[in-house]
T-cell receptor, first 114, second 114 residues
Framework: AQSVTQLGSHVSVSEGALVLLRCNYS??????LFWYVQYPNQGLQLLLK??????LVKGINGFEAEFKKSETSFHLTKPSAHMSDAAEYFC????????????FGGGTRLMVKP | GAGVSQSPSNKVTEKGKDVELRCDPI?????LYWYRQSLGQGLEFLIY????????KSGLPSDRFSAERTGGSVSTLTIQRTQQEDSAVYLC????????????FGPGTRLTVL
């Protein structure tokens, strides 16, 4: 069984400050890891994903995440927050098998202060 | 091109009634997924289709829930004898094939059971 833990259901940063959203996972097989963003009343949009290869993954809107196997982590970062980054962020894991169904963390709501 | 669409966007029903939720995947996507997003349970996998078959129904919470997909395209999620705990946002996603391909999400159907 797989699971995802996102530390901090709410994170608040000032505009221009570093964004760090934490994600830890458990998986019995090499995981595939994802970050999705959800804006109010919208579906989920993929920010980035890790499947194989380079452990530092760059995504859209200036976000990146690093897969650290030894720490079972996949934290999401952005050097400088914008007001438009305010949204809910979900980390997810799959085992990449035939179905590839996603197991999600509880989500982190990011607030950006002017 | 068009994304994943879902209808209705909102559905209010009375306890005990049946409801049908519809998902139109991205054209050409063979894999289709249903997830549920609720306050108490977060984002949960319900079922996925590869073509018209559903290899994994393990996430369906009870036998009141069923889903079908016809013509390898549109899918319908049916909830019979709705209960208040069924109130949630039901999200549909599609991908080119099942596996590590990116899942693209629709805007969801918000179901409220009174």
């Amino acid at each position: 069984a797989q699971s995802v833990t996102q530390l901090g259901s709410h994170v608040s940063v000032s505009e221009g400050a570093l964004v760090l959203l934490r994600c830890n996972y458990s998986s019995s097989v090499p995981p595939y890891l994802f970050w999705y963003v959800q804006y109010p009343n919208q579906g989920l949009q993929l920010l980035l994903k890790y499947t194989t290869g380079a452990t530092l993954v760059k995504g859209i809107n200036g976000f990146e995440a690093e897969f650290k196997k030894s720490e079972t982590s996949f934290h999401l970062t952005k050097p400088s927050a914008h007001m438009s980054d305010a949204a809910e962020y979900f980390c997810a894991v799959s085992d990449g098998n035939a179905g590839n169904m996603l197991t999600f963390g509880g989500g982190t709501r990011l607030m950006v202060k002017p | 091109g068009a994304g994943v669409s879902q209808s209705p966007s909102n559905k209010v029903t009375e306890k005990g009634k049946d409801v049908e939720l519809r998902c139109d995947p991205i054209s050409g996507h063979t894999a289709l997924y249903w997830y549920r997003q609720s306050l108490g349970q977060g984002l949960e996998f319900l079922i996925y289709f590869q073509g018209n078959s559903a290899p994994d129904k393990s996430g369906l919470p009870s036998d009141r829930f069923s889903a079908e997909r016809t013509g390898g395209s549109v899918s319908t999620l049916t909830i019979q004898r709705t209960q208040q705990e069924d109130s949630a946002v039901y999200l549909c996603a599609s991908s080119r094939v099942a596996g590590t391909d990116t899942q693209y999400f629709g805007p969801g159907t918000r179901l409220t059971v009174l």
